[in-house]
Each structure stands twice: as C-alpha cells, then as structure tokens.
Nanobody, 128 residues
Framework: VQLVESGGGLVQAGGSLRLSCAAS????????MGWFRQAPGNERKLIAT????????YYTDAVKGRFTISRDTANNTLYLQMNSLKPEDTAIYYC??????????????????????WGKGTQVTVSS
C-alpha cells in the first residue's frame, strides 16, 4: 500500500489547513491510521490517530481542541483538519497506517519504521 499526503502549504498564524492522505495500491484491511509530524531539528512525533472502523479519534495534548482527524472509508482517505494554527505547528506532516495506532493512547507510539506504511510527508509552514 502507498500513502500520499497532500494539502500542506504556507498559512498565517490563526489560519486553517486540511491535510489529506490517500491510500493506493494493494490496500489490506485498515485497522487504524495516524498523523505524525516532524519539526526542524526535532524527532518525529505522533499527534493523532483514528480507529478506522469506529472513527474514534485520539489526540495528543499538542493538538487537542484545534485539530480534527477523520476518514473516508469508501475512498481510503485520511484527513487532518487543522484550525487555529500556530508557528510551532510548522513541520512536515506524515500519515501512517498500522494496527498499532489503536493503542497509542495507552502505550504510546514511537515513529517506528516497522509500521505497515508511511507517506512521504507534506510541509506545513505557519508564519507569525
């Protein structure tokens, strides 16, 4: 399976962006997906996950209340609506597919290269 992110760009602080992550190729049953981000000089970190079947979301404190993760199961597409953006949200945003995303809120999810699939990322830049 291949994951391709889109929707990144340059936005002023307080603005909004909507990221998409489209899955193509052989798409086995999806259990859960997530969004990570990596700011310059920092490690890649998890920000949100979603149970593909129920739609139940999980957010880290960094984005809770501002970002919304959702999915379109018919079109195998993951979304991230980002509102009230801050300069510290500037990062490359990556989507990932792996059943482990179901358990991140309990055990944490490092940016493992062993997840089923990673996208190549989309740049989000928030100016002050």
């Amino acid at each position: 399976v291949q994951l391709v992110e889109s929707g990144g760009g340059l936005v002023q602080a307080g603005g909004s962006l909507r990221l998409s992550c489209a899955a193509s190729g052989r798409t086995p049953r999806t259990y859960a997906m997530g969004w990570f981000r990596q700011a310059p000089g920092n490690e890649r970190k998890l920000i949100a996950t979603i149970d593909w079947n129920s739609g139940d979301p999980y957010y880290t404190d960094a984005v809770k209340g501002r970002f919304t993760i959702s999915r379109d199961t018919a079109n195998n597409t993951l979304y991230l609506q980002m509102n009230s953006l801050k300069p510290e949200d500037t990062a490359i945003y990556y989507c990932v597919s792996d059943p482990a995303m179901l358990y991140c809120q309990n055990v944490g999810c490092p940016p493992s290269p062993n997840y089923d699939a990673w996208g190549k990322g989309t740049q989000v830049t928030v100016s002050s």
